[in-house]
């Protein structure tokens, strides 16, 4: 599986943008999707995840309520929805694709990375 992220940005703060993470193949519906996120100088974290069929979601705690993810199996693609964003949300964001059944925060429990897309958002 490869992943290409996309729909990053410059964004004031309050403002909202929406990534996209192209997945090819066809297995795509088999993967569990995550995003992660890294600021500079700190670790990867993550930010939310999505089953398969989209039927469950689960998100870190910072992004609860701001944050919504969301796939199209049809089209091999996740999305992050990004609102009421905040500096302190300034990252490289990724996407990830896990073989597992569940939604799991742990980087190593994902098998393919995406390259990453830049955040920026200013006060």
């Known amino acids: 599986v490869q992943l290409q992220a996309s729909g990053g940005g410059l964004v004031q703060a309050g403002g909202s943008l929406r990534l996209s993470c192209a997945a090819s193949g066809r297995t795509f519906s088999s993967y569990v999707m995550g995003w992660f996120r890294q600021a500079p100088g700190k670790e990867r974290e993550f930010v939310g995840g999505?089953?398969?069929?989209?039927?469950?979601?689960d998100y870190t705690d910072s992004v609860k309520g701001r944050f919504t993810i969301s796939r199209d199996n049809a089209k091999n693609t996740v999305y992050l929805q990004m609102d009421s964003l905040q500096p302190e949300d300034t990252a490289v964001y990724y996407c990830?694709?896990?073989?597992?059944?569940?939604?799991?925060?742990?980087?190593?429990?994902?098998?393919?990375w995406g390259q990453g897309t830049q955040v920026t958002v200013s006060s």
């Open positions: 990830a694709a896990d073989f597992g059944l569940t939604i799991s925060p742990v980087r190593r429990s994902y098998d393919y």
């Open positions: 999505i089953n398969r069929n989209g039927g469950r979601t």
